[in-house]
DNA sequence: TCGACGATCATCT
DNA sequence: GATGATCGTCGAG
């Protein structure tokens, strides 16, 4: 019986927009060689898909590396990035709709130690050291292209329950790293726990 | 087949 | 604030 239960898949299919906010506050589960690492996620932001320039899905057909993000939400979208850092996604929606949630950033809450070693770093590591931006978050968890298309409802990796955040807490802005989207680069698709340390960037609102 | 370019991070000035 | 690392993916030819 674990502390951490699992979301169930149709959490997951609904709205990028609407899965993003309810994301923050949750679990984010990784078991790997019989240990469990696990995060608070604390930023996330949505990509809507079709129309959506700063989405892998904004052409609106699937190419060999954006398959899974075409897939009814609830699975993993992993993929690489600069050609250095893995990114973890989470799918949204319904099958076809290719909408996803980034996850940004995370507090350690159990495995800080292992992370840390994942990362490279010492150990008790400062905030936002471990977690704090999706390439490290990814790495802390030791994910990769391995883990693109897993089942989130149970597994290697799943999310679970945790304790939703509160409208009134959430910082919004505008996405990071999108600036060639045009229009859509401004859309405000950010979510973040306001004044959490281990958010990506230091008080960006 | 080739060229351009990232949903980033660490390190430098 | 600026820059280099580093490679899979995609679209053009």
């Given amino acids: 019986?674990?502390?951490?239960?699992?979301?169930?898949?149709?959490?997951?299919?609904?709205?990028a927009e609407v899965v993003a906010r309810e994301l923050l506050g949750r679990?984010?589960?990784?078991?790997?060689?019989?240990?469990?690492?696990a995060l608070?996620?604390?930023?996330?932001?949505?990509?809507?898909?079709?129309?959506?320039?700063?989405s892998h899905a904004w052409r609106g057909v699937a190419t060999r590396r954006t398959a899974t993000?075409?897939?009814?939400?609830?699975?993993?979208?992993?993929y690489l990035v600069y050609g250095l850092h893995h990114?973890?996604?989470?799918?949204?929606?319904?099958?076809?709709?290719?909408?996803?949630?980034?996850?940004?950033?995370?507090?350690?809450?159990?495995?800080?130690?292992?992370?840390?070693?994942?990362?490279?770093v010492g150990w008790p590591?400062?905030?936002?050291?471990l977690a704090g931006g999706p390439g490290k978050l990814a790495q802390a968890l030791d994910i990769d292209r391995r883990h693109d298309g897993l089942d989130l409802a149970g597994g290697e990796v799943t999310i679970a329950r945790g304790e939703p955040v509160e409208a009134a807490r959430i910082a919004v802005g505008p996405r990071i790293g999108v600036d060639y989207a045009g229009e859509a680069a401004a859309w405000p698709l950010r979510f973040a726990v306001a004044?959490?340390?281990?958010?990506?960037r230091p008080h960006p609102w």
């Fill in 27 to 37: 679990f984010l589960v990784r078991h790997v060689g019989g240990r469990r690492l």
């Fill in 1 to 15: 019986m674990s502390r951490f239960r699992p979301l169930p898949r149709r959490f997951h299919q609904r709205d």
């Fill in 125 to 129: 590591a400062p905030a936002g050291a």
């Fill in 69 to 78: 993000l075409f897939r009814a939400g609830g699975c993993a979208y992993v």
């Fill in 40 to 54: 608070r996620i604390v930023e996330t932001e949505a990509y809507l898909g079709e129309g959506d320039r700063a």
């Fill in 195 to 200: 004044g959490n340390p281990h958010v990506s």
């Fill in 87 to 120: 990114l973890f996604n989470v799918v949204a929606g319904s099958a076809g709709d290719g909408m996803a949630v980034l996850v940004r950033a995370g507090e350690p809450v159990e495995g800080g130690a292992r992370m840390a070693a994942n990362r490279g």
